[in-house]
């Protein structure tokens, strides 16, 4: 069974921190690994990756992956509140065409 | 507009009174699924369609039914809801194997009592 496991489960730090989220997964017929921020409503998709080793980077977030260790994290450089979120790290399997959604990180940035 | 569309967005109901909820996509996406969402436990899949009348259990399909007559339709039907079903469910959609293009609903609160 897929598996995908996110730490912390919640953070809570002030504006301008640097947060580091954690992904590890176990999936069969891994071929890539999607990032989703959600806010109030649905998931919203920040990054895919598929090698290991190649930071993907938007703004104030960056993400790397590292297929040998079956993890990922992602980075969020002088945070504002704006990105109080759940982040969602997803796994996808290749045979099933689907994505494994972990629990994610709620991650709360106060003024 | 590219969208998924469910609804409704809000749903109050009683122990054991069959409902559906609607989930429609304009893309033409082969690729359509069911999650429901709980605090803590993430999204996890209920049901999933790769093209029209193919469907397949997912991780938690107990106590739902689902159907796939016309590719841009995918209702989730409820038979006899229970308060554990009480929920935040999402629809989605995308071509297959197109993981980076998947497209979510806005979402169904579901409140059973």
């Known amino acids: 069974e897929d598996k995908v496991v996110q730490s912390p489960l919640s953070l809570v730090v002030h504006e301008g921190d640097t947060v580091t989220l954690n992904c590890s997964y176990e999936?069969?017929?891994?071929?890539?690994l999607l990032w989703y921020k959600q806010e109030k409503k649905a998931p919203t998709f920040l990054f895919m990756l598929?090698?290991?080793?190649i930071e993907k980077k938007s703004g104030r977030l960056s993400s790397i992956l590292d297929k040998k260790e079956l993890s990922s994290i992602l980075n969020i450089t002088a945070t504002q509140t704006g990105d109080s979120a759940i982040y969602l790290c997803?796994?996808?399997?290749?045979?099933?065409?689907?994505?494994?959604f972990g629990g994610g990180t709620r991650l709360m940035v106060k003024p | 507009e590219a969208q998924v569309t469910q609804n409704p967005r809000y749903l109050i109901t009683v122990t054991g009174k069959k409902l559906t909820v609607t989930c429609s996509q304009n893309?033409?996406?082969?690729?359509m699924s069911w999650y429901r969402q709980d605090p803590g436990l993430g999204l996890r899949q209920i049901y999933y369609?790769?093209?029209?009348?193919?469907?397949d259990k997912g991780d938690v399909p107990e106590g739902y039914k689902v159907s796939r007559k016309e590719k841009r339709n995918f209702p989730l039907i409820l038979e006899s809801p229970s308060p554990n079903q009480t929920s935040l469910y999402f629809c989605?959609?995308?071509?297959?194997?197109?993981?980076?293009?998947?497209?979510f609903g806005s979402g169904t609160r579901l409140t059973v009592v």
């Open positions: 989605a959609s995308s071509f297959l194997g197109a993981e980076k293009g998947y497209t």
């Open positions: 999936v069969t017929n891994f071929r890539s």
């Open positions: 598929t090698s290991s080793g």
């Open positions: 997803v796994p996808y399997n290749n045979a099933g065409n689907m994505l494994t």
């Open positions: 893309m033409n996406h082969e690729y």
């Open positions: 369609s790769m093209n029209v009348e193919v469907t």
